[in-house]
T-cell receptor
Framework: DTGVSQDPRHKITKRGQNVTFRCDPISEHNRLYWYRQTLGQGPEFLTYFQNEAQLEKSRLLSDRFSAERPKGSFSTLEIQRTEQGDSAMYLC????????????????FGPGTRLTVL | GENVEQHPSTLSVQEGDSAVIKCTYSDSASNYFPWYKQELGKRPQLIIDIRSNVGEKKDQRIAVTLNKTAKHFSLHITETQPEDSAVYFCAARRYSSASKIIFGSGTRLSIRP
């Protein structure tokens, strides 16, 4: 499978615990995005990277959330001191670099990590 | 602020009939409008997109229309089939600056046999 992959697919944790999710984008895609999706809603933007640089963060991304993409390939999203309101599907997406360094419009989504905080 | 509104939230049509989903956006700087289909428990998948320099785009049974003046865009599915049942999301994005996509709240489309 050469698409975007995410690990784990499901995570159940107790309130107050820390969790970390991983996203592997499509090979050589230079932009990587994190979204959060709650039941019955569309995905909400959290943050994105161009190569290893984190270029934008949503106000939804509180101090308990941190994302990294240290080598410009895979990315991790960590949530510290989880709260029940953090329960959601966390989606990762990537988009390609086109000729001339322009990023492609299309964002390709991974299968998501479903987080349940008890 | 940036906002995309989508209607209806649920839609049930007879197999073979057409389905129309409508969206409005608030950010006049938006110039890229993708539509995603998400089946239960699966990832969102791009089905069609349109850029602001085009008023209409068609791909087999799917078409999108864009009215930049009114900030409206719509998805049209003709000759609906059971496999069209899914949640559809419209979205809008600025091209020149932020890369984030702003999604609508989704339309759950059900095709009645």
């Amino acid at each position: 499978d050469t698409g975007v992959s995410q690990d784990p697919r499901h995570k159940i944790t107790k309130r107050g615990q820390n969790v970390t999710f991983r996203c592997d984008p499509i090979s050589e895609h230079n932009r990587l995005y994190w979204y959060r999706q709650t039941l019955g809603q569309g995905p909400e933007f959290l943050t994105y990277f161009q190569n290893e640089a984190q270029l934008e963060k949503s106000r939804l991304l509180s101090d308990r959330f941190s994302a990294e993409r240290p080598k410009g390939s895979f990315s991790t999203l960590e949530i510290q001191r989880t709260e029940q309101g953090d329960s959601a599907m966390y989606l990762c997406a990537s988009s390609p670099r086109l000729a001339g360094g322009v990023s492609g419009d299309t964002q390709y989504f991974g299968p998501g990590t479903r987080l349940t905080v008890l | 602020g940036e906002n995309v509104e989508q209607h209806p939230s649920t839609l049930s049509v007879q197999e073979g009939d057409s389905a129309v989903i409508k969206c409005t956006y608030s950010d006049s700087a938006s110039n890229y409008f993708p539509w995603y289909k998400q089946e239960l428990g699966k990832r969102p998948q791009l089905i069609i997109d349109i850029r602001s320099n085009v008023g209409e785009k068609k791909d087999q049974r799917i078409a999108v229309t864009l009215n930049k003046t009114a900030k409206h865009f719509s998805l049209h599915i003709t000759e609906t089939q059971p496999e069209d049942s899914a949640v559809y999301f419209c979205a809008a994005r600025r091209y020149s600056s932020a890369s984030k996509i702003i999604f609508g709240s989704g339309t759950r489309l059900s095709i009645r046999p």
